[in-house]
C-alpha cells in the first residue's frame, strides 16, 4: 500500500489522458501527413510519458530523489494504461482490437 501512496497520481491520470489523446486516429494521422513518421502506438506513449516526466520535473522543481518516483509512476501508469484499462474499456464497449486490420490500416496509409 505504501508503494501505491507514493506515486505521482497527479502525473499517472494526466499522463493517461494525454496517452489517448496522442494515439487517437485523427492525431496519429494529422502527424503522419506533416512529418511522414509514423511509429507503433507503444513507442508514441513511451516517448510521450518520459517527455512528459521530463516536463514535470523541471515545472515542479523536483529534486533529484524524485526522478524514481517519476519513473515507477511512468512505468506504473504504462502497465496500467495497457492492461487493465484497454481491457475494461474493451469490455465495456464490446470492441476487441483486431490488431492485424489496425497494422494493415497502418501500412497502406
Same mark, same amino acid.
Given at each position: 500500500? =505504501?508503494?501505491?501512496?507514493?506515486?505521482?497520481?497527479?502525473?499517472?491520470?494526466?499522463? +493517461? &489522458? +494525454?496517452?489517448?489523446?496522442?494515439?487517437? %486516429?485523427?492525431?496519429?494521422?494529422?502527424?503522419? %501527413?506533416?512529418?511522414?513518421?509514423?511509429?507503433? *502506438? *507503444?513507442? *508514441?506513449?513511451?516517448?510521450?510519458?518520459?517527455?512528459?516526466?521530463? +516536463?514535470?520535473?523541471? &515545472?515542479?522543481?523536483?529534486?533529484?530523489?524524485? +526522478?524514481?518516483?517519476?519513473?515507477?509512476?511512468?512505468?506504473?501508469?504504462?502497465?496500467?494504461?495497457?492492461?487493465?484499462?484497454?481491457?475494461?474499456? *474493451?469490455?465495456?464497449? =464490446?470492441?476487441?482490437?483486431?490488431?492485424?486490420?489496425?497494422?494493415?490500416?497502418?501500412?497502406?496509409?
Amino acid at each position: 500500500m =505504501g508503494y501505491v501512496k507514493s506515486l505521482d497520481w497527479a502525473y499517472i491520470l494526466t499522463f +493517461i &489522458i +494525454i496517452g489517448y489523446g496522442i494515439n487517437s %486516429q485523427k492525431f496519429t494521422n494529422q502527424i503522419k %501527413q506533416k512529418t511522414n513518421i509514423s511509429s507503433k *502506438r *507503444r513507442y *508514441r506513449t513511451a516517448l510521450v510519458g518520459l517527455v512528459y516526466a521530463v +516536463i514535470l520535473y523541471f &515545472i515542479r522543481g523536483y529534486e533529484v530523489k524524485h +526522478i524514481e518516483v517519476l519513473f515507477q509512476s511512468f512505468v506504473f501508469a504504462f502497465v496500467f494504461h495497457k492492461l487493465i484499462l484497454d481491457g475494461l474499456v *474493451r469490455y465495456i464497449t =464490446g470492441k476487441r482490437t483486431d490488431y492485424k486490420t489496425l497494422k494493415e490500416n497502418e501500412n497502406a496509409t
